[in-house]
């Protein structure tokens, strides 16, 4: 089935095509036009080393969820990364994307889908939509996706990356995601995708009973634990998963240091 991006903060405007005469001028003013056109384009390479990916870096780890292992395969993580950097898409590490951010190495990406345990029919919230190739991989197995991006460049480009790849289950918003989607509230899961050194105490609240947040909670600038919060009689139990790397959580977040 096509899919399409349902987006709250940019209004869809008609375009007329551009002149030949104009189409260097275009070029010349909007660059990233060129860039994000071109990493929509999928090729038996690239379908290929998303299959060798999978394989050697996350069932060889223990990931063994077929929805999760079908999604990896599916979307395309070059869509998600600067042009220059689409040889390295597949790489088994992070990558970065511009405004002192990064994709996640494909690994974390399906670990952290992992143990959320999503049956399927989930709601799910994304603190730091970055790329947008959690969103996208998140969208392959749960019903539908709410991803904050406080970073309003990364949330527009994010948002552009999905809706050409036609998603209809993932809503975007530019915002401090510190403070969740309270209209759109409960979800079932939430993932944070930046370090944090507490549990947000508006994420949790926006939990439904026995929902499950996945977040790398620790010193922002040094270290963290990916840890699995599951809330249990409106209280919370905490379980270390493995040790990680994520850039700090802005915003609201930092100012609660």
């Not at 939990?207 to 620790?218: D, H, I, Q, S, Y």
């Amino acid at each position: 089935m096509r899919k399409r991006i349902i987006f709250d903060y940019i209004r869809q405007q008609d375009a007329k095509p551009l002149k030949r005469a104009g189409l260097l001028l275009f070029i010349l003013i909007f660059p990233m036009a060129e860039v994000i056109a071109q990493s929509r384009i999928d090729t038996p390479e690239f379908r290929a080393r998303r299959k060798d990916m999978v394989q050697a870096q996350i069932v060889a780890r223990g990931v063994k969820d077929p929805r999760i292992l079908d999604a990896m395969t599916a979307v395309p993580r070059h869509a998600f990364v600067p042009n220059h950097l689409h040889r390295s898409a597949y790489s088994d590490r992070p990558l970065p994307i511009g405004e002192s951010q990064t994709i996640s190495q494909p690994y974390i990406v399906a670990l952290m889908t992992n143990i959320l345990n999503l049956s399927g029919d989930d709601r799910v919230l994304e603190v730091g939509t970055g790329s947008g190739y959690q969103a996208a991989v998140l969208a392959r197995v749960a019903r539908d996706v709410h991803t904050v991006e406080i970073k309003e460049k990364l949330c527009r480009r994010a948002a552009k990356a999905l809706a050409d790849l036609e998603f209809d289950n993932i809503q975007t918003r530019c915002g401090d995601g510190y403070f969740g989607w309270p209209e759109a509230a409960p979800f079932d899961a939430i993932m944070i995708t930046a370090a944090v050194d507490h549990i947000p105490p508006p994420l949790i609240k926006q939990l439904k009973e026995g929902g499950r947040l996945a977040l790398p909670l620790g010193n922002p600038f040094v270290f963290q634990n990916l840890v699995l919060v599951t809330k249990v009689n409106q209280d919370i139990k905490v379980e270390n998963i493995t040790g990680v790397l994520f850039v700090p959580m802005t915003g609201q977040a930092l100012k609660r240091r």
